[in-house]
């Protein structure tokens, strides 16, 4: 806050320093106002952009109790905290979270800049530390609330939630929204014959090759038990999808769960596989992924089953 008060102090007689003081409240202004740490990101990566000429960000989140660092936002090109024209900043939240703001000019000139201005640019990121603070602990909490312990992936209220907000992308566009349900065959037996710990190292192998095969934009839930709910966005078409879901399949035949020294588990799954349409529910649509995996499993293991597929006297009331 030293900086803060010495601007403030020479604001009354140096105009540079008003500006500057200026120039720091209004981010601090509009930071108040961002939805989420990532929008807080871009916001400080805009203002660095249009006073200093910065060119290139990367905003990340370091976790001092397991020394890890990930990266919320980038912008621009690649860069090296070594570089030449690159200077960092450490926001210290009093969380377990500090702040990494890293950025880099592409000219000497502007780098010059930021060497005048390091004063100006220590006392915005001072003076906006509880904001980044407070968008951390919302992070943390929202993620608390929608993430399955076990996995690590979202739980059927988030995805949910995160569909509806693409819903009028599906209808106004020729993009689409399809739903997997999947489940891990005869699930249980590994419970009875071993325990829940290694039920849970079966739960991850899966969500992790489940990630391994979809894009960024698409979210995978964890619902009950063995089952898992993928939303796929934007696919181009139904073969897409199914060659996704035939690779998930695949590829998760082929893991090697270790139960103990002597003892290598290999599991298997089935999908049921649904395109949401505008005149149904999100619900609806997860009842028929939920019937197409049904009647996956009573086929056999490693089955893709397609909603539009079922007959309709093989079809049973599952809610």
Partial sequence: MKSILEL????ANDERAFVALERIYGLNDQLM????????ADYIFTWLSIHFNVDNLTFSLFD???????IIYKKGEEFYLDDELTMFFIINTHTNLNAIVSFNTNSKVHFEILQRNYSVIEAAFSQIAPIIQSGILKKNYVESQSIDSVTNVYNRQYLTKHVKKLLSLSKNKTSSIYFLMIGIDHFKAVIDEFDYDVGDKVLIELAKVIHGNISEFDVVARLTGDEFLVSLINTSSK?????????IIEEFSKIEITVHEKYILKKTICIGLTLYHTYESIDDAIKNADMALYEAKNTGRSTLQHFTEIKEEDTIDLF
Avoid at 33 to 40: D, K, L, P, Q
Avoid at 64 to 70: H, P, V
């Fill in 64 to 70: 001092i109790d397991d020394n890890t660092k990930s």
């Fill in 239 to 247: 073969n897409e999808v199914e060659k996704t879901a035939q690779k």
């Fill in 8 to 11: 403030i102090k020479k604001s």
């Fill in 33 to 40: 106002y961002a939805r989420n740490i990532t929008e807080s």
